[in-house]
Nanobody, 115 residues
């Protein structure tokens, strides 16, 4: 059974930092492209960052220079370090695993940026 479990969300003030984690089980994690997506109320889900099995990373323009995606294949975990958070980063953040066949999604973790 495939499971992706996100953690690390919460309430943070503008300018603050959070680190999200996504622990995967039931997949050959090291060969998957892993991504972080987010969905704000009333908006479509959007790609935030993704990292391939070769450690190639790409980011949405809105988070470049502030967010960093990384992975630890020994722990089957992908991370999203988020710095200099802004109110517009408020959303539910989802982890996704992609190879061939169906994508696998986590249940999401809420990130709220507010003073």
């Amino acid at each position: 059974q495939v499971q992706l479990v996100e953690s690390g969300g919460g309430l943070v003030q503008p300018g603050g930092s959070l680190r999200l984690s996504c622990a995967a089980s039931g997949i050959a994690f090291r060969i998957y492209t892993m991504g972080w997506y987010r969905q704000a109320p009333g908006k479509q889900r959007e790609l935030v960052a993704q990292i391939t099995s070769r450690m190639d990373a790409n980011y949405a323009e809105s988070v470049k220079g502030r967010f960093t995606i990384s992975r630890d294949n020994a722990k089957n975990t992908v991370y999203l370090q988020m710095n200099d958070l802004k109110a517009e980063d408020t959303a539910v953040y989802y982890c996704k695993g992609r190879l061939v066949g169906p994508d696998y999604w986590g249940q999401g973790t809420q990130v709220t940026v507010s003073s």
